[in-house]
């Protein structure tokens, strides 16, 4: 006969109250867990800091049998474990990290029915022997965290999730719920269809973080314009700084602590010493700022994290509030700040192109790209952008630098004009291409010497834009960029017309533009005041 874990106890509020001895459920937790300790289904869309693990932890202690949990985060599993040990509940986990030794013992201790909770890989349960290993215990509940994973369409698309929709059909009665904290309508759809679970229950929470406060300001000299933003808002607070390249986060760590803030760096190149030690400093000390690549953060519980800020722009919208999303889960107000600039739109699109896989992969992640374009160039509320993405109606928040300080939009067509001219002509006279530097340097007039090597001062556009500075240039040719009006190509990020700025050209298409205060900082501090 198969043993079974016995249920610890009687009703989902007794477990939370002794377990992890809290006084009330939050949101909808207590119905998703009522679905699941009934034997029904569950898809649960919850923002980051919800509290999407009650929802199946507590159901694991009230069912007979182990809730085995599938979840993508290896790393964290350990903690994750820990934590629940601390508090009386026999957890364990099975993945690639453990010797065979410890893994049997885990083995052991789930048929004997000694376990509440049993974390597992996703690519375990692919495996014909660990399904067989699963039915000689008692299953409680599946509980596949990070659904998101199973979206072929989403940011973090891991393929062993497809596996999982055979748990519907091998354990038809074992109750399932799926969580993510993504929650754009198509990956919601695609964890419904492709896990099975057409039938559950579905919970979507309200993905707001009224606390946050969104700012995205145009990229000059990053790393001061982050120091300005630390040192005058929170200079004794903790924050994470988000950057795309090991070597950005080095420069921008050094940088701050050389201004006296307490800034570590944190990618996958330092070793697992180096790692842990930063991140429990962070947890542990007051006014640590982490400078990371995305791999810090995930399953980082911090409440106090005053500010999230990215000094390279984020590749998705869900990359994006999910790392802005760890800010300010105690509820007290925080900003997510975004410096992005011309280079952070070429650089993007160039590795797109440069991308290995097919045609599909890319035209993904160009609509990725194009998304969080669309949120910072928005001259309406970034909270009813963002929200909006997620299929999520809001009124203007307040609390956003578009709601605070209005950006004025201008007629952008002219100058336009200027520069795609400049680039046909310089194209059809020429057989040339340029990126956006000589471009600007061409229709400011200014005199390079690869404007005198090439002669370019004798074109029609020469000089033609000098009413404009350099730094207006930039954003005009981000704008142009962002709305598809210009393109980049090749290896160099060369920049080249689309049907779209040919209509420009040809008159047939104006072009409304954001205006862009000289020195974004210091102008929208004062506005402030
Ligand atoms: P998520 O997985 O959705 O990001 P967690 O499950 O990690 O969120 O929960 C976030 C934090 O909220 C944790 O510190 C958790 O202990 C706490 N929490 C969750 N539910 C409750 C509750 N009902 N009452 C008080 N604190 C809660
Ligand atoms: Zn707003």
Request: glycine share 8%; with cysteine; proline share 5%.
């Amino acid at each position: 006969p198969i043993r079974a874990t016995p249920p610890r106890f009687a009703t989902a509020g007794e477990a939370l109250h002794t377990v992890f001895g809290y006084e009330s459920f939050r949101g909808e937790q207590a119905a998703i867990i009522d679905q699941l300790v009934g034997g029904g289904d569950a898809v649960v869309l919850m923002p980051t800091g919800g509290g999407k693990s009650l929802c199946y932890q507590i159901p694991s202690l009230v069912r007979e049998g182990t809730g085995v949990v599938v979840s993508p985060l290896i790393a964290l599993m350990q903690d994750q474990v820990d934590a629940l040990l601390a508090n009386g509940v026999r957890a364990a986990f099975l993945n690639s990290t453990q010797d065979a030794a410890e893994r049997s013992r885990v083995e052991r201790a789930y048929i004997a029915g000694e376990l509440d909770i049993l974390y597992v890989a996703p690519e375990r349960l692919s495996s014909e022997s660990t399904k067989r290993f699963l039915d000689r215990g008692t299953i409680a509940l599946f509980a596949i965290d990070e659904a998101h994973c199973v979206s072929q369409w989403g940011h973090d698309f891991r393929p062993d999730y497809l596996a999982l929709s055979e748990l519907a059909e091998r354990w038809p009665d074992v109750p399932r719920i799926a969580l993510t904290a993504t929650a754009t309508e198509a990956t919601h759809r695609e964890i419904t269809s492709r896990l099975r679970l057409e039938g559950a229950a579905q919970f979507v929470a309200d993905f707001d973080r009224p606390n946050i406060q969104y700012r995205i300001v145009p990229k000059a000299e990053v790393r001061t314009q982050l120091l300005d933003f630390i040192t005058t808002e929170y200079p004794t607070d903790a924050g994470i700084v988000y950057g795309l390249s090991r070597n950005t986060v080095e420069r921008t760590a050094e940088f701050l602590s050389a201004r006296g803030l307490k800034a570590l760096p944190y990618h996958a190149g330092l070793d697992a010493a180096t790692r842990a030690a930063t991140q429990s400093r962070f947890l542990r000390e007051d006014g640590i700022i982490v400078v990371a690549t995305i791999a810090f953060g995930m399953g980082i519980d911090k409440p106090d994290v005053r500010f999230v800020a990215h000094v390279d722009l984020p590749k998705s919208v869900e990359g994006y509030y999910q790392e802005t999303g760890r800010a300010g889960r105690d509820g007290l107000p925080s900003t997510a700040w975004l410096a992005y600039g011309l280079n952070d739109v070429v650089q993007q699109r160039r590795m797109i192109d440069e991308s290995p896989g097919d045609l599909a992969h890319r035209r993904k992640l160009s609509a990725h790209l194009d998304a969080m374009l669309a949120l910072c160039e928005t001259v309406q509320c970034r909270r009813v952008n963002l929200l909006g993405y997620f299929g999520q109606r809001a009124e203007p928040c307040g609390n956003c630098d578009t709601c605070l300080t209005p950006p004025e939009s201008w007629d952008g067509t002219v100058p336009a004009q200027k520069l795609l001219s400049t680039v046909v002509r310089l194209q059809r006279e020429r057989n040339q291409r340029y990126g956006a530097g000589h471009l600007i340097d061409i229709v400011r007039g200014k005199q390079t010497p690869r404007v005198t090597q090439f002669s370019h001062d004798t074109l029609a556009t020469w000089g033609i834009g000098s009413d404009l500075s350099e730094s207006q240039w930039r954003g005009v040719v981000r704008q142009l960029l962002a709305q598809e009006l210009l393109k980049t190509e090749g290896e160099y990020g060369t920049l080249a017309l689309t049907a779209g700025g040919a209509d420009v050209l040809s008159g047939g298409r104006t072009v409304i533009l954001r205006r862009e205060p000289e020195r974004p900082e210091r102008a929208s501090r004062s506005a402030r005041k």
